[in-house]
């Protein structure tokens, strides 16, 4: 979450999530911002994306205006800092790298450095997992 405006769509994410729509409402979320360029820039607009996927409006408020909501937003807001993170898309491997389209060279490139990291760190782990067997 880079700016205070992206914090809306974040919560809606995280409604989402916790509610178990995540698979019907990030569609139609993406159709309507992306495809359709519709402002959703309120919390109304959004309980009626979901009401029309079939969330009741008791339901959407109650987990939107949550502490796990509320919980899940700054722990992002948290990791964006903490990783220094001012682009998408980045990933972060193991909580110690972190890679995007830019140090990888392109986007198409990001997936062949995640998997180098990978490599890179389970190699590093497997003496410890052989060492704590009997």
Same mark, same amino acid.
């Given at each position: ?9 974040? !919560? ?23 495809? !359709?360029? @519709? ?7 959004? @309980? ?28 992002? !807001? ?24 830019? @140090? ?7 997936? !062949? ?19 704590? @067997?009997?």
């Amino acid at each position: 979450i880079f700016r205070p405006s992206w914090e809306l769509l974040a !919560k809606a994410y995280y409604t989402a999530e916790l509610l178990g729509v995540t698979d019907q409402v990030h569609p139609a979320l993406f159709e309507a911002l992306h495809e !359709k360029n @519709q402002k959703i820039e309120n919390e109304a607009t959004l @309980q009626d994306l979901f009401v029309n996927h079939g969330v009741s409006a008791e339901d959407f408020s109650n987990t939107f205006n949550s502490f796990a909501v509320a919980v899940k937003l700054n722990h992002a !807001k948290a990791m964006t800092r903490k990783y220094a993170i001012t682009g998408v898309p980045t990933l972060i491997v193991n909580g110690k790298f972190s890679t995007g389209g830019r @140090q990888a060279g392109s986007n198409a490139n990001i997936i !062949k450095v995640v998997d180098y990291l990978v490599a890179q760190e389970r190699s590093g782990m497997a003496p410890v997992a052989q060492s704590a @067997q009997p």
